[in-house]
């Protein structure tokens, strides 16, 4: 389908990443089953290196695209620099996606976020609060 | 395998509709409402197309006003009807909540224009019933709108009683019929019909033609204006080609209409049962007061739109009522009608059958939507939760 870019339906196809990870360092999930899309990302972080990152995703193909994209992109960085992935890069990433799919790859940024706060919080280690989303100014739902 | 399981969307254009086509647009180019023997001619191709349709739907030629398709014929009829209501001071109007958006997009802008709107409630089973039409009469009723058979899940209304109730009651009766027409039986004389409207590309004819049928003695402001074209009722040069078109594969339609049904309702309850086995799916409206082509399903705990993707890589083109397939924030109103909730409506597929979908077409698809569902799911978190109990299944 013309709807998509050929990196977006190749990741959608062949998606990178999908998976559990037993005993992650940090887990997020962004999106609701009302919406249609529910973003779950798990992370393996060693020192300050991710090891490793998979995805579980309900939603629409560029969903599932944003997730493998998003989780390649953080594989093998420091965490410092995985914070730093905003959705416009995964969008870039991906050759573009649509106008109304946007949110897609807001949401991929925000899960990797939560993952990230969650391994934070699960090690004691402090953090500014402004760097990560929360359910007040995350604006799913409402963006689409 | 490829196969086209979205004939509620469109069908393939009957190649005797095409010759028949081509053939008026190389010899009779004419314009109708010429005097010379050129536009004469076409007079008498338009002429002849009008009649037969008209005897497809048992009423007479000068009754059907050709419009651009299936959406203008609607708005024609509600607007229509609304305007010479208001007239007598009538401003009420009754319809359904799974109407298509051709009806309810023209019934919401004239709430706004001050008419009272009452959408009735559709049963799980995506079915309504005359008694219900007849409660919500009321003295200052001018319109009841509902339509033949719905177009995302099937459902057949009982029609010839909704028309008789509104004949009793001296109530205009309109149906969208676009997803009847051709399909199922159509009389607008025994099924008390004042008003219907109908597309010619749902039934193997063209695009951008259709009909609605406006029975005698009824005037109606008309939508557009302009010339004398359709006795004053729709103004616009007509589109000669496509009527043709429209006539011959409605011919073909009703020629092959028993043979058809006999062949389709076996598939389809074959493909509905086969779907069936699929682990909390549900299939959508009644089973049996369906159009013969129409399965529409919810799986739970996957997204519309993956389905259609991959469906689509394994050569199925179906359609889904999921809100990223609706380009909507909210998935389909007419599955949110039957009572589906967002979270189960998202996942919904609509595979529709048609004259040339033959049983291995069948059982490919029941193999393949099985196996992509499955791996939809092994994919989901929703469906991870649902499996280990922290999220209580919707579809048992």
Known sequence: MALYSDIVMDHFRNPRNVGVIENADGVGEVGNAKCGDIMKIYLKIDGDTITDAKFETFGCGSAIASSSMATEMIKGQPVAQALQLTNKAVVEALDGLPAHKIHCSVLAEEAIKLALKDYYDRHGIAYDKQQFPSCENCGHCHTH | MQIYADHAATTKTSPAAIDAMVTTMRETYGNPSSLHSAGQRAAELLADARARIARQLNCEASELIFTSGGSEADNQALMGAARRGAAQGKKHIVSTAFEHHAVLHTLRRLEKEGFEITLLPVYENGLVTAEQVRAALRPDTCLVSVMYANNEIGTI?????IGAVCREA???????????????????????????????????????????????????????????????????????????????????????????????????????????????????????????????????????????????????????????????????????????????????????????????????????????????????????????????????
């Open chain 2, 157 to 161: 209304q009982p029609i010839a009683e």
């Open chain 2, 170 to 396: 001296g109530v205009l009766f309109h149906t969208d019929a676009v997803q009847a027409v051709g399909h199922l039986e159509v009389d607008v004389k025994a099924q008390n019909i004042d008003m219907l409207s109908l597309s010619a590309h749902k039934f193997h004819g063209p695009k951008g033609v259709g009909a609605l049928y406006l029975r005698k003695g009824l005037r109606l402001d008309p939508l557009i204006e302009g010339g004398a074209q359709e006795r004053g009722r729709r103004a616009g040069t007509e589109n000669l080609p496509a009527i043709v078109g429209m006539a011959v594969a409605l011919e073909e339609a009703a020629a092959h209409r028993a043979e058809n049904t006999a062949r389709l309702i076996p598939l389809r309850d074959k493909l509905i049962a086969g779907l069936s086995a699929i682990p909390h799916a549900a299939l959508n409206g009644d089973a049996v007061q369906r159009l013969p082509g129409n399965v529409s399903f919810c799986f739970e705990g996957i997204e519309g739109e993956s389905l259609l993707l991959l469906l689509d890589d394994r050569g199925i083109c179906a359609s889904s009522g999921s809100a990223c397939t609706s380009g909507s924030l909210d998935p389909s109103h007419v599955l949110l009608a039957i009572g589906r909730v967002h979270d189960v409506a998202h996942g919904s597929l609509r595979l529709s059958l048609g004259e040339d979908t033959t049983e291995e077409q069948i059982d490919y698809l029941i193999r393949t939507v099985t196996d992509t569902v499955a791996y939809l799911r092994s994919i989901s978190p929703v469906w991870r939760e649902l499996q280990n109990g922290t999220r209580p299944y919707i579809i048992q």
